[in-house]
Every structure is written in structure tokens, then in C-alpha cells.
């Protein structure tokens, strides 16, 4: 083998030794879950269930307004002190449901997340 055939043999092993990095190492990682916010959707369900039955549209048994819509809940949150009235302890006066039991505590905290993310609607 000549010198210069050597040097050519040599060349081409370190370049092809040389591999580059590929898209894939750097592509962000898509699987990483957000976490879901807390919306109406899931705040509708346990008002319909617990509330409605008074806080209909419209109020039965005295309740001063209705629960039915989102409006209704979001406001009832921002100036009615919602949030208040399901946490106060089971036989106490004021608690929401009235006349109790209280909702139960994953329910409750359900409703708080709603309001730390924002009163969303969906
Ligand atoms: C059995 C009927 C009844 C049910 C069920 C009921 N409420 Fe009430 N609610 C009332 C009545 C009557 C009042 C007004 C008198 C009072 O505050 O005790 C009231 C008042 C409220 C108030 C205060 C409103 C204000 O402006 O002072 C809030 C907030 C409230 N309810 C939320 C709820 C929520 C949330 C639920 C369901 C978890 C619920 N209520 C279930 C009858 C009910």
C-alpha cells in the first residue's frame, strides 16, 4: 500500500467516525404531562348534586340565588364567599349544604383549586 493510499484509508475512518449529533437529542421532550386546570366542568356536577336542589333558578327554600350556571357559581365564588360557606365544619351554622353533611374534603378542595385556577369555564 502506498503512503498517500494510507493517508485516504486513514481520512475516511476518522471523518466517518465522526458522527454528528441528530435532531433527536435535542427535540423537547413531548410526553412531559402539563397538569390540567380545574374548570366549571368539573365543578358543575358536585353544585347540581349538592346545591341546585335549592339554589335553582328560581331559589327554592330561601337560598338568596341560584347555582344553575357558570356565571352564577363563578359569582357566588367572588362575592357570595362560596368557598366559606362549604368550608366551615359539619354542624356549624352557615355551612353549605345546608343543614349539611359537608361535602367531602376532595370535592371541597376540587372547588378551591377552581378558583386558584381562575374561575375557568372550560
Ligand atoms: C336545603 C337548601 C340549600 C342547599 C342544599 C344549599 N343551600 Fe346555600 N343557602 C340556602 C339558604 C336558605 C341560604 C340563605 C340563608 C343562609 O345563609 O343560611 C343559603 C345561602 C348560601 C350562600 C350565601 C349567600 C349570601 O349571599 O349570603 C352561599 C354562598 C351558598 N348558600 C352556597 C351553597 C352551596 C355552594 C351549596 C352546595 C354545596 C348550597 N349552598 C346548598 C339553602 C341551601
Not at 360557606?85 to 367531602?104: A, K, Q, T, W, Y
Amino acid at each position: 500500500m502506498s503512503p498517500k493510499l494510507i493517508f485516504i484509508v486513514l481520512g475516511l475512518l476518522l471523518f466517518s467516525s465522526c458522527s454528528s449529533n441528530t435532531y433527536d437529542d435535542v427535540q423537547e421532550n413531548d410526553n412531559e404531562q402539563t397538569p390540567e386546570l380545574v374548570t366549571y366542568q368539573e365543578v358543575r356536577p358536585i353544585l347540581n348534586s349538592a346545591c341546585v336542589q335549592c339554589h335553582s333558578n328560581p331559589p327554592q327554600n330561601g337560598a338568596p340565588m341560584s347555582l344553575e350556571t357558570f356565571e352564577n357559581a363563578r359569582d357566588a365564588v367572588l362575592t357570595r364567599g362560596l368557598l366559606n360557606s362549604i368550608s366551615i365544619p359539619d354542624g356549624d351554622p352557615g355551612l353549605m349544604p345546608l343543614g349539611g353533611p359537608r361535602l367531602p374534603q376532595n370535592t371541597i378542595d376540587l372547588i378551591f383549586q377552581w378558583e386558584e385556577d381562575g374561575l375557568l369555564n372550560n
